[in-house]
T-cell receptor, first 113, second 114 residues
Framework: GQNIDQPTEMTATEGAIVQINCTYQ??????LFWYQQHAGEAPTFLSY????GLEEKGRFSSFLSRSKGYSYLLLKELQMKDSASYLC??????????????FGKGTTLSVSS | DSGVTQTPKHLITATGQRVTLRCSPR?????VYWYQQSLDQGLQFLIQ???????AKGNILERFSAQQFPDLHSELNLSSLELGDSALYFC?????????????FGSGTQLSVL
């Protein structure tokens, strides 16, 4: 089975830096993804890590440690529009033939001015 | 716009009824995934099809079934509906299946069972 944990809620102010942590336990690991989801909208892809280390993409960075089953998403220079739910997802085997993205419950980030 | 189209956007029905949700993947995408999202459970993986064949199965109830047609669109059928089936149902597509597969989500179908 799979278990993906991330904090339920976080708050931060405009211009600040926030780190959203994710820990996971899976039966097979084939990559870790972060998605952003604004209320009532579809999730959109942010980042992908399959090897240990940091992946940087503009204001967003994502880190992975496979040995620790740990990842974080780092958001810099926060803007009001970054208020959203951030979903950690692991690609894991779900049956003999297939894998799928298994999502955590998400972290709701509120950015205030 | 992700390029994935889901219809209808909203669906209101009664317990015991049957509904069909439709998904058209991005042009060229062979893989279609269905997810259910409720407030307390988050995004739950239901089922995946790849080029017309079932590839992966999650915690999908026996009352639920899906298929992918030759034109690659997919339908999710929900029967004997219960109040607890009320949720946002997302379809996602990708060009292939594999470790670095990035999913593109449709805007979802909000199902309300009364």
């Amino acid at each position: 089975g799979q278990n993906i944990d991330q904090p339920t809620e976080m708050t931060a102010t405009e211009g600040a830096i926030v780190q959203i942590n994710c820990t996971y336990q899976t039966s097979g690991f084939n990559g870790l993804f972060w998605y952003q989801q604004h209320a009532g909208e579809a999730p959109t892809f942010l980042s992908y890590n399959v090897l240990d280390g940091l992946e940087e993409k503009g204001r967003f960075s994502s880190f992975l440690s496979r040995s620790k089953g740990y990842s974080y998403l780092l958001l810099k220079e926060l803007q009001m529009k970054d208020s959203a739910s951030y979903l950690c997802a692991v690609r894991d085997r779900v049956n003999q033939a297939g894998t799928a993205l298994i999502f955590g419950k998400g972290t709701t980030l509120s950015v205030s001015s | 716009d992700s390029g994935v189209t889901q219809t209808p956007k909203h669906l209101i029905t009664a317990t015991g009824q049957r509904v069909t949700l439709r998904c058209s993947p991005r042009s060229g995408d062979l893989s279609v995934y269905w997810y259910q999202q409720s407030l307390d459970q988050g995004l739950q993986f239901l089922i995946q099809y790849y080029n017309g064949e079932e590839r992966a199965k999650g915690n999908i109830l026996e009352r639920f079934s899906a298929q992918q047609f030759p034109d690659l669109h997919s339908e999710l059928n929900l029967s004997s509906l219960e109040l607890g089936d009320s949720a946002l149902y997302f379809c996602a597509s990708s060009i292939r299946t594999g470790s670095n597969e990035k999913l593109f989500f449709g805007s979802g179908t909000q199902l309300s069972v009364l």
